[in-house]
């Protein structure tokens, strides 16, 4: 007697089948970049500029790597844009730019250049625009379950998480000739990662952080060296 086919399928098969889509998820990114510059100004090419984090009392700072990401990309892409070494104009201008005595707004900037040997120390180091960096990228929400065991036969994980990272950072462009405020820069991304995981964890990870640096980096250029935007390039 023929006994009916056993049609079930082994667990591994089944679960391969019910998360395999997940696998074909790509981690997704949005990014809303904003420009405003004041109406005359002139950007003059030869003078340079400095990328600082602001820093406020009772606040986030602005991430060291953030910072130094956006100073290296504008370096790249800001074309004859001369983009001065934050460290050194920190120590350069010691200790006017440290934290707890820099200038948070440009209300304070007048009396800092009455500082004497200040203007000349400045002079000296070619810096006539400083950009002040707000901002942090932060976990805003999270899901999804994953466990992971170990045996002799040996071990793994199965399950499926997600989490979300919002970037939220504003560049605040200083003139320290004329000590004002001649514009800002914005970027807003977020982003969506996935893990899923049959026996071996799949990182599907969004780089808000870096789209938000590229984006700042490349509004940046185009404000403070007029790189066009074909120039600049795509990312």
């Known amino acids: 007697m023929l006994r009916p086919r056993n049609r079930s399928w082994p667990l ?7 998360i395999g889509p ?3 998820l790509a981690a997704c990114v949005d990014s809303t970049i904003q420009q405003v510059k004041k109406p005359g100004v002139a950007i003059n090419d030869a003078d340079a500029v400095v990328i600082l984090a602001r820093r406020h009392e009772n606040a986030k700072e602005t991430e060291a790597g953030f910072t130094e990401c956006v100073e290296h990309r504008l370096a790249e892409i800001g074309g004859t844009l001369k983009v001065h070494p934050r460290n050194t104009f920190v120590d350069a201008m010691f200790p006017w730019f440290e934290p707890g005595t820099a200038p948070v707004t440009t209300d304070a900037l007048p009396r800092l250049l009455d500082n004497p040997g200040v203007r000349n120390q400045i002079a000296l180091t070619g810096v006539r625009y400083v950009v002040w960096l707000d901002g942090s990228t932060e976990r805003v929400d999270s899901g999804g379950t994953m466990s992971c065991a170990l045996s002799p036969a040996g071990g793994g994980c199965l399950g499926f998480g997600w989490w979300e990272d919002a970037a939220d950072y504003e560049a605040t462009i200083w003139d320290l000739t004329t000590a004002s405020t001649t514009g800002m820069v914005s970027a807003d991304v977020s982003g969506t990662s996935y893990m899923p995981a049959l026996v071996i964890p799949i990182p599907l990870i969004a780089r ?10 490349k509004q940046l ?4 060296g007029g790189t066009p935007e074909e120039a600049i390039g795509s990312d």
């Open 221 to 224: 250029a185009q404000f403070l």
């Open 208 to 217: 808000t952080q870096a789209a938000a640096c590229r984006g700042l980096a």
């Open 22 to 24: 997940l696998l074909l």
């Open 12 to 18: 591994g098969r089944r679960i391969l089948i019910s």
